[in-house]
Nanobody, 116 residues
């Protein structure tokens, strides 16, 4: 049974930082491309960052480029999202996704709130 468990969310003031983690189990983690998505209230879920399974190449949405960094540790079956210079518009539930061929798996999400 595949499980993705996000952690690290919370409340932070504008300009602050958080690091999200997503621990995976029940799959061959190194085969999977990993992504972070977010969904704000009343808005559609949007892609934030992704990291490939092989080369570790990364991509980011325009909204977070230069502020967020995605990384993975295949030995720990974990993907991270370091979020710096947080803004109120980054407030959302953040989800991780594992993708391999035709299979996608999602975590349950972790809330990030940026407010003064």
């Amino acid at each position: 049974q595949v499980q993705l468990v996000e952690s690290g969310g919370g409340f932070v003031q504008p300009g602050g930082s958080l690091r999200l983690s997503c621990a995976a189990s029940g799959l061959r983690f190194s085969n999977y491309a990993m992504s972070w998505y977010r969904q704000a209230p009343g808005k559609e879920r949007e892609s934030v960052a992704s990291i490939s399974s092989t080369t570790g190449s990364t991509s980011y949405s325009v909204a977070v480029e230069g502020r967020f960094t995605i990384s993975r540790d295949n030995a720990k079956n974990t993907v991270y999202l370091q979020m710096n210079s947080l803004k109120p518009e980054d407030t959302a539930v953040y989800f991780c996704k594992a993708s391999y061929r035709w299979s996608d798996y999602w975590g349950q999400g972790t809330q990030v709130t940026v407010s003064s």
